[in-house]
């Protein structure tokens, strides 16, 4: 018996899961790396994104909606690796001043990975003619672009300084 295809909207609906594990993952992950941070401007950033990110969920609920499913997730290795990889620079640099500049990569490790899934979501929900999701996908994907920006400016105006510095 000939195995099915499968389509579009399959493809889109696992990789919603994938996001959607990431998103909760990294909601576990970002009061972590808050507490860990010794800039103030870096555990704010930290607080705030973790702010978004509920709302990233939220939306992620929504788009689960739109296809008729439950908001669920499905393990993604790409981010739990990421987040181990953020959670070994916590240890190795636990007290250095390098541990900012390594937790600021690995979020931005995080934000890249991020800005791709949304991208790549939105774009298959234009396909696929969801245009609920369009919306509520191109905001996360603003909100996704505008924290890298910020981590990429806090990296340059001194957590990268500091790191060297010492």
């Not at 493809?11 to 998103?23: R, S, V």
């Not at 969920?57 to 690796?81: H, N, S």
């Not at 774009?123 to 996360?140: I, N």
Request: net charge negative.
């Amino acid at each position: 018996m000939a195995k099915q295809q499968k389509n579009l909207r399959e493809l889109f609906h696992d990789t919603l899961k994938d996001i959607y594990f990431a998103e909760k993952k990294i909601l576990t992950t970002l009061p972590k790396m808050a507490k860990a941070a010794h800039s103030e401007e870096l555990k704010a950033a930290f607080q705030k994104h973790e702010s978004e990110t509920e709302d990233h969920v939220e939306r992620l609920a929504k788009v689960f909606a739109e296809l008729d499913e439950t908001p669920r997730g499905e393990t993604c290795d790409a981010i739990v690796g990421i987040v181990e990889e953020g959670q070994e620079v916590m240890k190795e640099y636990k007290g250095s001043p390098a541990l900012d500049a390594g937790l600021l990569a690995a979020a931005q490790a995080v934000e890249h990975y991020e800005i791709s899934r949304y991208g790549t979501l939105k774009t298959w929900a234009q396909e696929l003619g969801l245009d609920e999701a369009v919306k509520l996908l191109d905001t996360t994907l603003a909100e996704e672009k505008k924290t890298n920006e910020l981590l990429t400016e806090l990296a340059e105006s001194g957590v990268n300084q500091h790191a060297e510095a010492a």
